[in-house]
């Protein structure tokens, strides 16, 4: 911009470079959380990911924080799907049709699970769903058995 960092104030300076952390409306954030929740991503994980605390996480979520800091939304919306947790149950779907698909191919479910690591030799999911670990064993299997 032409303009010395020494000539602006620390709130103008901040705010160029991207990090201003004024007052802004928690409503962006309230619904990435909810977006989050439905997808499998709790108010724990979210604190893991951004270290913000569970109670400000709450707040937000139920309306009882209307403002939030420019930085705590920044840090909300940074999280995505890719942060649940391993044991957080998803729908089975998708898993359920790469299993199919591999099935197609001549594989056995006792020779997909030994592939998996499983040691009872048996897939035993369930139909509506799974864990993220699971789900994810499943692609990642499904990607190094079909390419």
Known sequence: FGISAARLGASQ??????????????ARARSHLMMLARAGVGR??????????DSILHEIRHRRRLHIRARTERK???VTTDHRADHTFVRADHTW????QLLREGYTK???????????GA???RKHR???RTAQRVLALHSRLMT
């Open 110 to 120: 006792s020779g997909l699970a030994k592939l998996m690591g499983y040691r009872t």
């Open 97 to 100: 049709v790469l299993i199919r």
């Open 130 to 132: 799974v864990t993220a």
């Open 13 to 26: 300076a901040a705010r160029l470079a991207g990090d201003w952390n004024g007052i802004v409306p928690a």
């Open 44 to 53: 724990r994980a979210v604190g893991d990911v951004t270290d913000l605390a």
């Open 76 to 78: 909300i919306l940074a």
């Open 123 to 125: 897939i035993q999911f």
